[in-house]
């Protein structure tokens, strides 16, 4: 069934269905009610872009406008900086702004979520190089610039994000009881100039100790509406893209403590499609030859996806972003920054375009994730990823991968050998057969659905390296 095993492994098959194994094969009458009982949600699909003030056009915007809307995207994550827009007290620019939030939003139906940010020179606490990052002297000053442009947009703009990954040090140099009084001052101002609009916590970037302070200790749940999260597995974290998932549930379980039960966004997930050698950054060195490759990439994001929306807690996913950047570009981090978009420099489609297509198809409308309650047969060492989601019409998808991080291998190994087979029994009637797609939506192939004791169908699955396969089975 697989050749990867180089240790002396005991091979055994773990049969697991909602945590009872060893139930017969049959649809009993518990198996039916765990089903009715896992709701349907909705997830909005977007992407992020900046547009500093040095390279901005609005018609380089419209044309990120008509790439999002050709490929079904209607979400667009943006910031508005705050030391670019009131260039002195009470003085602002507005002479790019009105016109992208009119244009993206009356004219394509965009929603934008954008975040506020940056400190201006005037305001900061900083010096010469840092004060974008740092607090600013008076916290009402900021309260009266959110009280501005929330009012200024408030018939097309609905969301309001206080800060960028105030965890970071890149982006906030602050301590977290700054933040947190910050983010009270933006909030309030927030509600005053809009009282229907949705607060959102400055993304956090990996530290879920910030964000149990945040709740615990400062109290700041009353502030706002929705949790944000940011996320880069295996880019800037060493952590499998694979355990994204685990990473929203420990946030969630901290939001169900301390917090108000707010909904959580990842609002920026990316992977880069750099590598040097086996190099990817400080914190990561990959194994295998596939990966950060551009065609890995948009593999990732399938992954990313999957894995974050099986989860059932995230409302809203984005990728960051549309555009990479030229090598001459200064960044915030490493190269990684420059080779994270969707089209390359030349304004090129790379495949993660394609798969960020195929997968707000796969998750437009209704849906939910069928894990707890359908059973698969495995090797105990599985390497494998399998998720099953489910339309309201009864249309599902499958989508099952290879683990790119195996810690049996060292980085730079190279060539990725394994192989896998398993078993999904689906747990109601199928058709006879299944389209196999790959990450960009090409079908591939078709797979026969066996059928077994009582409604159940099975369906075998080969996992080869490098390589995401969606299986669609008609309702």
């Known amino acids: 069934m697989v050749n990867r095993w180089k240790i002396g492994c005991v091979l055994a098959l773990l049969i697991a269905w909602a945590g009872c194994p060893g139930c017969v094969s049959s649809r009993t009458a518990p198996a039916a009610q765990k089903e009715r009982a896992i709701p349907f949600q909705r997830v ?17 915007a419209r044309q990120d406008f008509e790439l999002l809307k050709t490929n079904g995207i209607r979400v667009l994550r943006i910031a508005f900086p705050w030391d670019a827009l009131e260039t002195a007290p009470d003085k602002y620019d507005w002479s790019f702004w009105d016109d992208f939030v009119r244009i993206a939003t ?8 954008p975040y506020v940010c940056y400190t201006p020179r005037w305001a900061s606490t900083g010096n010469a190089t840092n004060f974008w990052r740092q607090p600013s002297r008076d916290n009402a000053r900021f309260a009266e610039f959110v009280r501005t442009i929330v009012a200024r947009y408030r018939s ?6 206080i800060w960028n990954e105030p965890d970071n040090p890149e982006y906030w ?29 400055g993304g956090i970037a990996w530290n879920l100790d910030f964000l149990r302070d945040l709740l615990a200790r400062y109290q700041i749940s009353p502030e706002i509406d929705v949790v944000n999260l940011h996320n880069y597995y295996e880019t ?13 549930l420990r946030a969630d379980s901290i939001i169900r403590e301390y917090g108000s039960r707010q ?24 194994r295998f030859d596939y990966e950060h490759t551009p065609e890995f990439q948009a593999e990732s994001l399938g992954r990313m996806f999957a894995s974050a929306l099986a989860t059932g807690r995230v409302q809203l996913i984005a990728w ?25 420099v030349q304004g090129r489609p790379k495949p993660v375009l394609r798969a960020i297509a195929f997968f707000q198809f796969i998750f437009a409308g209704d849906f939910r994730c069928l894990d707890s309650i359908t059973r698969e047969t495995r090797l105990i060492r599985s390497d494998g990823s399998v998720h099953v989601f489910e339309k309201r019409d009864g249309e599902s998808f499958i989508t099952a991968w290879l683990n790119s991080v195996d810690w049996l291998t060292p980085p730079g190994a190279g060539v990725d050998r394994r192989h896998e087979k398993l078993d999904i029994l689906l747990p109601k009637p199928r058709a006879s057969q299944v389209y196999v797609y790959n990450a960009l939506g ?5 797979a026969s659905l066996r059928k077994v004791a009582g409604d159940e169908k099975s369906l075998t699955i080969t996992l080869r390296p490098g390589e995401l396969k969606v299986y669609e089975c008609p309702p």
């Open 44 to 60: 909005q699909i977007g992407l992020c872009e900046d547009y500093p003030r040095e390279t901005r056009s609005l018609a380089s």
């Open 106 to 113: 009356d004219e394509y139906g965009l929603q934008l979520i």
């Open 156 to 161: 097309r703009i609905h969301s309001w994000e």
């Open 173 to 201: 140099e602050g301590s977290t009881e700054q933040y947190a009084n910050l983010l009270k001052t933006g909030s309030r101002a927030v509600r005053e100039a809009d009282p229907g609009a949705r607060v959102v916590l």
């Open 236 to 248: 800037w974290s060493p952590d499998p893209i694979e355990q994204i998932g685990d990473h929203v």
């Open 263 to 286: 909904p959580i966004w990842l609002a920026e997930v990316g992977y880069s499609d750099y590598r040097r050698g086996a190099s990817v950054s400080g914190a990561y060195k990959a």
């Open 320 to 344: 960051y972003r549309i555009h990479d950047l030229p090598p001459a570009t200064r960044v915030i981090g490493d190269d990684n920054n420059r080779r994270l978009g969707v089209v390359d």
């Open 442 to 446: 090409n079908r591939q192939s078709t």
